[in-house]
């Protein structure tokens, strides 16, 4: 217990205004173990002034003072006062004492904001690109994640090859050769941070090659001109037509890269033909390019056997990409890209410098899922939740706008909804959902092409709704246009 004379004297610790004396804030470091009480001490001095509690200008106890009334060694406090004094905390005056100094300022209390993509504050969220998030398989993820943690070596925990765990590789590899008809060698497959990613280091790598221009499927994803745009290339959009790329236009663009997605093309849903595909790769071996295949959703396909990914055909001339984010969850960011010979070495490189590898545990996780099965049921498991979504949402546009035809529904996670004129223009339209609480996304903020015949065209997304939430979605749209109970050649929207 200290005397009232050292209270006195100490009292000018307190903050202004009152409070408790700065020394309390003090005793717990005080109580630490001998061998890091002193630690103790500096760290609770530097976290009383970045909170506020000893504000800038307040006079703390003299050392021996100090030092009596925690019950320490007078050099523990004179160490911890020379540190902080040290590092700006404090400002000592010979004969005058310690004050916490100027140039300390404490923190404010403010909430740290999470910058990451959230949809609008609306009912119903049409808008493509989400897998349906509760479906993650949390207790087989869980189950995985125990057995990998008491399973794998120490020296597992070390810097990853930057192309991934062999066990991963050697498993993504079997994975897509079985699912997805590619040529799937583990040593040039390299996992990455998704096809974010993946675009990112095929565009430094090109670049750094010589090219500077990259085409981009029209329509197609903006996302794929933003990424490349980051490594410094420039992009130009290609006419798509049902069948795929224009061949004409992409001979005639000078470019030796292209973005596509033959599959199951984004947004429109067609699959390259045979022709298209074929023509493709002569282009890509003519002008000694390459073509970087976004396999973004080849895993859902509904009415018919998935069409093979475009790699097989090439493997030297396609760069294939993929990624968990439709499957299981874009949170995970774990992709992959299969990579020609020739560009493997530069590849690696560029990830290791980018990264020095994904993290260990994550891929040990996936591997340990696709090995057990487990992924291959989370993919039936989302083909019948999202099979059952695209019913219906076809048959909700077919009963609240009557005419409407859809495209693209045999696969993937949306469809393209072409509404008929009566019902536009698409801008007002879009405005009328919107008031409606309903987000919608036209075709054209897909690429340059502008609808000629007044039809209202969406890219609807339906894997993250279910079947009643879609309902209730296109009904609120129709009330607020007018659609389903519209009489014969009244106009739903007034004008």
Same mark, same amino acid.
């Given at each position: 217990?200290?005397?009232?004379?050292?209270?006195?004297?100490?009292?000018?610790?307190?903050?202004?205004?009152?409070? !408790?004396?700065?020394? &309390? $804030?003090?005793?717990?470091? #005080?109580?630490?173990? =001998? %061998? /890091? +009480? @002193?630690?103790?001490?500096?760290?609770?001095?530097?976290?009383?002034?970045?909170?506020?509690?000893?504000?800038?200008?307040?006079?703390?106890?003299?050392?021996?003072?100090?030092?009596?009334?925690?019950?320490?060694?007078?050099?523990?406090?004179?160490?911890?006062?020379?540190?902080?004094?040290?590092?700006?905390?404090?400002?000592?005056?010979?004969?005058?004492?310690?004050?916490?100094?100027?140039?300390?300022?404490?923190?404010?209390?403010?909430?740290?904001?999470?910058?990451?993509?959230?949809?609008?504050?609306?009912?119903?969220?049409?808008?493509?690109?989400?897998?349906?998030?509760?479906?993650?398989?949390?207790?087989?993820?869980?189950?995985?994640?125990?057995?990998?943690?008491?399973?794998?070596?120490?020296?597992?925990?070390?810097?990853?090859?930057? !192309?991934?765990?062999? &066990? $991963?590789?050697?498993?993504? #590899?079997?994975?897509? =050769? %079985? /699912? +997805? @008809?590619?040529?799937?060698?583990?040593?040039?497959?390299?996992?990455?941070?998704?096809?974010?990613?993946?675009?990112?280091?095929?565009?430094?790598?090109?670049?750094?090659?010589?090219?500077?221009?990259?085409?981009?499927?029209?329509?197609?994803?903006?996302?794929?001109?933003?990424?490349?745009?980051?490594?410094?290339?420039?992009?130009?959009?290609?006419?798509?037509?049902?069948?795929?790329?224009?061949?004409?236009?992409?001979?005639?663009?000078?470019?030796?890269?292209?973005?596509?997605?033959?599959?199951?093309?984004?947004?429109?849903?067609?699959?390259?033909?045979?022709?298209?595909?074929?023509?493709?790769?002569?282009?890509?071996?003519?002008?000694?390019?390459?073509?970087?295949?976004?396999?973004?959703?080849?895993?859902?396909?509904?009415?018919?056997?998935?069409?093979?990914?475009?790699?097989?055909?090439?493997?030297?001339?396609?760069?294939?990409?993929?990624?968990?984010?439709?499957?299981?969850?874009?949170?995970?960011?774990?992709?992959?890209?299969?990579?020609?010979?020739?560009?493997?070495?530069?590849?690696?490189?560029?990830?290791?410098?980018?990264?020095?590898?994904?993290?260990?545990?994550?891929?040990?996780?996936?591997?340990?899922?696709?090995?057990?099965?487990?992924?291959?049921?989370?993919?039936?498991?989302?083909?019948?939740?999202?099979?059952?979504?695209?019913?219906?949402?076809?048959?909700?546009?077919?009963?609240?706008?009557?005419?409407?035809?859809?495209?693209?529904?045999?696969?993937?996670?949306?469809?393209?909804?072409?509404?008929?004129?009566?019902?536009?223009?698409?801008?007002?339209?879009?405005?009328?959902?919107?008031?409606?609480?309903?987000?919608?996304?036209?075709?054209?903020?897909?690429?340059?092409?502008?609808?000629?015949?007044?039809?209202?065209?969406?890219?609807?997304?339906?894997?993250?709704?279910?079947?009643?939430?879609?309902?209730?979605?296109?009904?609120?749209?129709?009330?607020?246009?007018?659609?389903?109970?519209?009489?014969?050649?009244?106009?739903?929207?007034?004008?």
């Amino acid at each position: 217990m200290t005397s009232s004379g050292t209270t006195s004297r100490a009292a000018s610790a307190s903050p202004p205004g009152g409070g !408790r004396p700065a020394w &309390e $804030l003090l005793l717990p470091a #005080a109580a630490a173990p =001998a %061998r /890091r +009480r @002193g630690r103790a001490l500096q760290e609770a001095l530097r976290e009383a002034v970045r909170t506020g509690r000893l504000t800038a200008g307040t006079r703390l106890p003299s050392s021996r003072e100090l030092a009596a009334d925690l019950g320490v060694s007078r050099g523990l406090v004179t160490e911890a006062y020379e540190q902080l004094t040290a590092e700006g905390y404090l400002r000592s005056d010979r004969g005058s004492g310690t004050w916490v100094g100027e140039a300390a300022r404490a923190a404010t209390d403010r909430a740290v904001r999470d910058a990451a993509p959230r949809p609008p504050d609306v009912q119903v969220d049409f808008r493509p690109g989400t897998p349906d998030l509760a479906l993650f398989p949390r207790a087989a993820w869980a189950a995985a994640q125990r057995s990998v943690l008491s399973a794998l070596p120490h020296r597992a925990l070390g810097y990853p090859d930057p !192309r991934g765990l062999p &066990e $991963l590789r050697t498993a993504l #590899a079997g994975m897509l =050769a %079985r /699912r +997805r @008809g590619v040529v799937a060698d583990p040593e040039r497959l390299v996992v990455c941070s998704g096809v974010a990613q993946a675009s990112t280091l095929l565009g430094f790598v090109l670049r750094a090659r010589g090219l500077r221009t990259v085409g981009i499927e029209d329509p197609g994803s903006p996302e794929h001109g933003r990424l490349f745009a980051s490594t410094g290339m420039d992009t130009l959009w290609l006419p798509v037509d049902e069948e795929g790329l224009l061949p004409g236009p992409l001979g005639a663009s000078g470019v030796r890269a292209v973005v596509t997605t033959p599959s199951h093309q984004f947004p429109t849903g067609i699959a390259y033909s045979a022709g298209r595909r074929a023509a493709l790769l002569d282009w890509a071996r003519a002008v000694d390019g390459y073509v970087l295949e976004d396999d973004y959703d080849g895993d859902f396909r509904y009415d018919r056997a998935p069409v093979g990914a475009l790699q097989g055909l090439d493997p030297e001339r396609v760069v294939y990409t993929g990624s968990v984010s439709k499957s299981l969850a874009p949170g995970l960011r774990l992709g992959w890209m299969l990579v020609p010979r020739e560009l493997l070495a530069e590849v690696v490189e560029r990830k290791r410098t980018m990264d020095l590898g994904n993290p260990v545990l994550d891929q040990a996780l996936l591997a340990e899922f696709v090995t057990r099965g487990a992924y291959d049921r989370q993919l039936r498991r989302c083909q019948r939740a999202y099979r059952e979504r695209r019913d219906a949402l076809v048959t909700a546009l077919e009963e609240a706008f009557p005419g409407t035809s859809v495209s693209g529904i045999a696969a993937g996670l949306h469809i393209i909804a072409r509404v008929e004129p009566r019902y536009g223009p698409t801008a007002r339209f879009v405005a009328r959902a919107a008031a409606a609480g309903v987000a919608l996304r036209p075709l054209e903020e897909f690429g340059t092409a502008r609808p000629t015949d007044g039809a209202v065209r969406l890219v609807l997304g339906y894997a993250h709704l279910t079947p009643s939430e879609i309902t209730r979605g296109v009904r609120l749209v129709a009330a607020a246009g007018g659609g389903g109970g519209a009489a014969a050649g009244q106009r739903p929207n007034g004008g």
